[in-house]
């Protein structure tokens, strides 16, 4: 007897959109290298993950002032980053430590994203990078956690990374490209885990 062509096609493989957000605003700033890494590594071993870099260094502070149709309508800049916000499946959010926290780019776009009927952040996973001296931006990266809570962000917990850009040998090159080994493997094990994080929290 013939074999009947089966009707049922392959199961496509999910590709998770991470909208990656930079504290920092200078040119050649580690966090930046973090991310350009993070787009290196999707790209060259991990499927099913692709790394958005959304640009918040634009965006006007947040003021109730600039809002339209009751609270609900933003200004254009701020109406394109909510969209890719609320299009994203994940987030990676590379911070420096400013006075043990955030920096003010980073938590101005927190909070325009928080605005509104509906927080653009709620129920998605996340996870944390961040570079700095002895503590690795460690103290910035539990505020934002902190912060999380509120924006019903699911943070992932481990692995953590924490760069210790200052102590040898160099994690970084002059223009903030990440160029430690080992680094890069802890960075590819954050991203593992946010994407698997991730799956889990996807709608059935």
Known sequence: MEAVPSSTAPAKATVLRV??????????SWHRGLIRAAEELCQESIPGLHIDHVDISGLPMANPDL???DGDG???DVEAFRDRVRAADCFIFASPEYNYSITATLKNALDWASRGKKSCWADKAAAIVCAGGSFGGGRAAFHLRQIGVFLDLHFINKPELHVKAYEHPPKFDADGNLIHAETRERLRQVLLSLQ???LRLQPK
């Open 196 to 198: 698997a994080f991730a």
């Open 19 to 28: 909208a990656a957000l930079c504290g920092s605003l200078r040119k050649d």
């Open 74 to 76: 933003f200004p254009p």
């Open 67 to 69: 809002e339209t149709d």
